[in-house]
């Protein structure tokens, strides 16, 4: 009968280490779908009560091996024996699981950290070649503004050269016009100064031919009387 209530107390605790054991894999399958999703959230509470479900789990095996080894029967205590050992292979291996996962969830929390420093470095960083940027950006804006101030001068001194250029083609052009009226002129005095040589030679002829008719007349009349 000893046997008997001792096996009944051990049935009911391994009832209840059977309940925490579904439990505690139900959390830990949770947990594992929590990780592998896209946003990979995490559950302290859910890690937290699996723990806590474990520990009971293992504080309820202790209490089993303890009833079972008061069992009389050989075999009733073989069997209880192996049963209470799964239990507490399963509690163990979900303890595993779970320390795993646990060391997972902090490296991931570290990187998460890691990242976070090297963004805030790298924003930083980035601020400072913007910076550099910005500072050479307005170097270079202000090298093209002395470029365009030259190019603009540049092209009013050729305006101004074409200017004095085109003055002196005017000029040139003026120069050879009166040189070619002066050359005009020049030959017009020419034929002017040949114009009153030959009216004077032509009066000259005229007064010589006058002065011939009166003599040839003269001399006709003498020798025809």
């Known amino acids: 009968m000893a046997g008997m209530e001792g096996g009944g107390t051990l049935s009911e605790v391994y009832q209840s280490a059977r309940k925490l054991l579904l439990r505690a894999r139900d959390g830990v ?19 937290f009560a699996v ?26 205590r ?18 595993d699981s779970l320390d795993k996962y646990s060391m997972r969830n902090q490296r991931r929390m570290l990187e998460a950290k890691e990242r976070a420093e090297l963004l805030g470095r790298a924003n930083g960083e980035s601020a400072h070649v913007l910076r550099i940027f910005d500072e050479e950006a307005q ?11 030259l190019q603009e ?11 004095y250029a085109e003055q002196r083609d005017r000029l040139k052009r003026a120069q050879r016009k009166a ?7 020049g030959l017009s005095n ?13 009066t000259w002829i005229k007064y010589v031919g006058m002065v011939l008719t009166i003599v040839i007349v003269y001399f006709f009349w003498k020798w025809t009387r």
């Open 179 to 185: 040189l070619d009226v002066l050359n005009t002129v």
């Open 153 to 163: 001068s540049f092209e009013t001194g050729t305006a101004i050269l074409s200017k």
């Open 29 to 47: 399958e949770r947990l594992e779908r929590f990780e592998s999703s896209v946003s990979g959230t995490d559950s302290p509470e859910l890690s």
């Open 139 to 149: 170097a270079m804006q202000s090298v093209r503004n002395s470029s365009r101030m």
């Open 190 to 202: 020419s034929v002017l100064r040949l114009i009153e040589r030959r009216n004077r030679v032509d």
């Open 51 to 76: 723990k806590k479900d474990i520990s009971q789990i293992h504080s309820l095996c202790a209490d089993m091996d303890r009833l079972w080894r008061s069992i009389p029967a050989k075999s009733q």
């Open 78 to 95: 073989d069997l209880w024996k192996r049963k209470v050992e799964q239990v507490a292979e399963e509690a163990d291996s979900l303890k």
